[in-house]
């Protein structure tokens, strides 16, 4: 398996624009984890869906941010408008959803709000 | 809720000495724990994990963890650490849906 895939890896946009990253998790896993890391803040959870349905998402910042997963091998997370506090790499995740199970991480995607 | 804590933030070691990384966790029930690594600019990659049977559990690149349910700990160890040992450890509870609630880290930096 390829593993989670995210796209893409780079990111480089102005305040104000609209930024959308990607994410492919693993086959047969059935729950994706959207995870944002900066310096001052560590880890944070934005959201995660179970079956393609979001289960928590109190983790979102505000309303500019949004996420979907419209079918089992695809999510997206949208920032609009973006900002530069934004500024973060964000990771995808999977796992099959057990309490046991080992969350796969992406690569990541940095992200630069200028 | 479950919580974890991790209360070093930043430990440095020799090449070839010893290391212990230290995690306490809070949760009602029979927790799941793991550790992951994260190097620069990847991803965190799973190291071991526990969740039931023998307390002492084996991981890859030579780790190894000790769950104490009366300390609430789950401490990883490493006899003898290597320069590529250097990264960023996080230790985890798992919860319901695979969601897993992380410790804030903790930075290893390895001198030669």
């Known amino acids: 398996d390829a593993g989670v895939i995210q796209s893409p890896r780079h990111e480089v946009t102005e305040m104000g624009q609209e930024v959308t990253l990607r994410c492919k998790p693993i086959?047969?896993?059935?729950?994706l984890f959207w995870y944002r890391q900066t310096m001052m803040r560590g880890l944070e959870l934005l959201i995660y869906?179970?079956?393609?349905?979001?289960?928590?998402d109190s983790g979102m910042p505000e309303d500019r941010f949004s996420a979907k997963m419209p079918n089992a091998s695809f999510s997206t997370l949208k920032i609009q408008p973006s900002e530069p506090r934004d500024s973060a790499v964000y990771f995808c995740?999977?796992?099959?959803?057990?309490?046991?199970?080992?969350?796969?991480f992406g690569p990541g995607t940095r992200l630069t709000v200028l | 809720a479950q919580s974890v804590t991790q209360p070093d933030i930043h430990i440095t070691v020799s090449e070839g000495a010893s290391l212990e990384l230290r995690c306490n966790y809070s949760?009602?029930?029979?927790?799941?724990l793991f550790w992951y690594v994260q190097s620069p600019g990847q991803g965190l990659q799973l190291l071991l994990k526990?969740?039931?049977?023998?307390?002492l559990v084996q991981g890859i690149k030579g780790f190894e963890a000790e769950f104490k349910r009366s300390q609430s700990s789950f401490n990883l160890r490493k006899p003898s650490v290597h320069w590529s040992d250097a990264a960023e450890y996080f230790c985890?509870?798992?919860?319901?849906?695979?969601?897993?609630?992380f410790g804030d880290g903790t930075t290893l930096t390895v001198k030669p």
């Open positions: 995740a999977s796992t099959q959803g057990g309490r046991a199970d080992t969350q796969y």
């Open positions: 086959s047969g896993h059935n729950s």
């Open positions: 869906f179970n079956n393609n349905v979001p289960i928590d």
């Open positions: 949760y009602g029930a029979t927790p799941y």
């Open positions: 526990y969740f039931s049977g023998d307390t």
């Open positions: 985890a509870v798992g919860a319901y849906a695979g969601k897993s609630t």
